[in-house]
């Protein structure tokens, strides 16, 4: 699918899925000490660490696209430090085609770890096993940078396919937050029916990877699962009957799972659900309209994680 054909698409469904939803201090020494927090006061949230998302680059052809990115990258090492960004996602559709080098290039400068996420252009153009070959790499070299690093087995057999499917799937820990990332591209569709979401429930698919990343939640603080991916799960991307399944899932440790953090529809956009017990942050392109990328601020106790986002829109 040509990109125009793409964008033309996907700001329909992004209409769609909006008409469904209907965003130092000084110590005095004779001071009595603070108490240590206890399970029945944990004490306040406290700011850990940011992190800042990247969605849809699209570097593909276009030299715009590739200036913007350079853009993203710029900002973020010029404020890593006063941001305290300590992590980077980048949510899909980052470069496919010949530009699939390039994407990888322009991400290699910034300063802090940096997690690729797969999207559906690249599937459909360059491959998952393009992909695979391309940020494998930098996923493995992640193993040594981040907490508790785990990457699924490339790859994974999808009868619906007849093949292999080269399944991006990953976790890890940071300062008590646990990220999971998820491959919800589908595979085993084409054309307009390949821009929707699937949990690609496959033996050693997505949807093990995430019931095996909820096994000990329960045991954590409130709100500090945050799932990765490229497509949101959102209505009108995701079906009732699929998004009642991942409720029911939840449903059991729903105060520790915060939410998707998503890319996929070229706007930007927050949702929470409560009854479901989740919310959805869709972050915008940024090689479309403004050049937007969000920063994250995540504070914490020993109870629970919370957030709170800006857009940043870059010159």
Not at 40 to 61: K, M, Q, R, W
Not at 155 to 168: G, K, T
Request: aromatic share 10%; proline share 7%.
């Amino acid at each position: 699918m040509r990109t125009s054909s793409i964008h033309a698409y996907r700001l329909g469904v992004a209409v769609l899925v909006l008409a469904m939803l209907g965003a130092c201090s000084s110590v005095d020494p004779t001071a009595e000490p603070t108490p240590e927090p206890t399970p029945e006061d944990p004490g306040p949230l406290e700011p850990l660490f940011s992190f800042v998302i990247i969605a849809d680059p699209h570097i593909a052809g276009p030299l715009e696209h590739e200036t913007r990115l350079q853009a993203a990258v710029d900002w973020v090492n010029a404020n890593a430090e006063a941001e305290s960004i300590e992590l980077v996602v980048v949510l899909g559709d980052i470069g496919w085609g010949t530009r699939l080098e390039a994407s990888y290039e322009l991400l290699a400068q910034l300063a802090p770890p940096w997690v690729p996420i797969m999207g559906d252009n690249v599937l459909h153009s360059s491959g998952d096993d393009g992909f695979a070959e391309m940020f494998g790499p930098q996923l493995d070299a992640l193993a040594d940078t981040l907490d508790g690093w785990e990457q699924a087995p490339w790859p994974v057999y999808d009868e619906r396919l007849s093949d292999d499917a080269w399944l991006q799937n990953l976790r890890f820990e940071h300062r008590g937050v646990r990220f999971v990332g998820l491959d919800w591209n589908i595979r085993h569709l084409t054309g307009t029916l390949a821009e929707f979401g699937d949990f690609n429930d496959v033996p050693g698919g997505s949807w093990e990877w995430l019931e095996d990343s909820l096994v000990d939640a329960e045991e954590r603080a409130d709100e500090s699962v945050v799932i990765l991916s490229h497509v949101p799960l959102l209505p009108g991307v995701f079906s009732l009957d699929e998004r009642a399944r991942f409720a029911e899932l939840i449903g059991p440790v729903r105060s520790k799972v915060f939410g998707n953090l998503a890319g996929h529809l070229h706007i930007d956009y927050f949702e929470r659900f409560p009854v479901e017990g989740y919310s959805t942050w869709v972050t915008d392109a940024t090689w479309d309209d403004d050049n937007l990328i969000r920063v994250v601020q995540v504070s914490g106790n020993g109870a629970s994680r919370s957030y709170e986002e800006r857009g940043v829109i870059l010159p």
